[in-house]
């Protein structure tokens, strides 16, 4: 494993392996790495020849009333996920790397993502948009892997992809549960250990409501029955329940697939 810090070298290094002939998989995350994470790392090690995974908490996704500055960082603990999940490189930049002069001047603008979690954190898609863009910029052509938990997340990626005509082809990847069914997120971490269990309730809400024939309304219920859960949305979209609740302090998403 070898860690980086500047971009420069990130690009360096996969220009050398694609030039050698290698292909390259990249997997961006804000660290606090888990075996989600781990699950993208695994599957890109076996479908590419190099594997690189970036580590940046980036603030541009963040609003004034979020958790920029409590979100979780442990970089020893990222490396060695990393690594034993199979990456050969790992790219962890400091902000003023990423964005010279603190914030960049020029970012990229996400419309028609008002819903969801666009409705709910104003400006987070853009930032989102904003740091992918640069990653795919850095990296040059690969495969880019991305977690279905993040499921609007993932819609926005591949859109910026096709757009903007990155050579990058975005790959979708299953969630990973806790054995309970929580959803694997660097914001468990944050849970007290009642919070961590009413935390399944999001499971429990997407799988009660599947089938149903008003699963909005069967996916509220479940929610309102956990004292410590707030909903903040369930909504169906396509072939997607997607929820999301506040747990405590801590804000929590999930979603499933039904209908197939």
């Known amino acids: 494993m070898r860690v980086l810090d500047r971009g420069d070298q990130l690009r360096k290094e996969l220009d050398a392996a694609r030039a050698a002939g290698r292909t390259v998989g990249l997997v961006p995350t804000m660290g606090a790495l888990h075996q989600g994470h781990a699950s993208l790392i695994r599957r890109s090690a076996r479908e590419c020849d190099l594997t690189a995974v970036t580590v940046f908490v980036n603030p541009l996704q963040f609003g004034p009333s979020e958790d920029l500055d409590s979100y979780p960082a442990d970089l020893a603990s990222d490396i060695s996920v990393a690594t034993a999940a199979g990456a050969a490189l790992l790219f962890a930049p400091p902000v003023d790397d990423m964005y010279p002069g603190g914030r960049p001047g020029v970012t990229v603008h996400v419309a028609g993502v ?12 853009d930032g ?22 993040d499921w609007q997340q993932l819609g926005v990626v591949r859109r910026l992809a096709v757009d903007l005509s990155f050579p990058v082809e975005v790959v979708g990847c299953p969630t990973v549960r806790e054995p309970d069914g929580l959803a694997c997120s660097s914001r468990n971490g944050k849970l007290s250990p009642t919070e961590r269990e009413a935390a399944t309730v ?59």
């Open 202 to 260: 999001l499971y429990r809400a997407l799988t009660a409501a599947a089938g149903e024939p008003d699963p909005r309304r069967r996916m509220a219920e479940v929610v309102a029955g956990e004292p410590l859960a707030t909903l903040d949305y369930a909504e169906v979209v396509e072939d997607r329940l997607l929820i999301a609740a506040r747990i405590g302090g801590v804000r929590l998403i999930d979603n499933m697939r039904v209908g197939v």
């Open 128 to 149: 989102v948009a904003t740091v992918v863009a640069k990653l795919f910029n850095l990296a040059g052509p690969c495969r880019a892997y991305f977690g279905e938990k």
């Open 114 to 125: 008002d819903m969801l979690e666009g409705a709910s954190r104003p400006g987070h898609f």
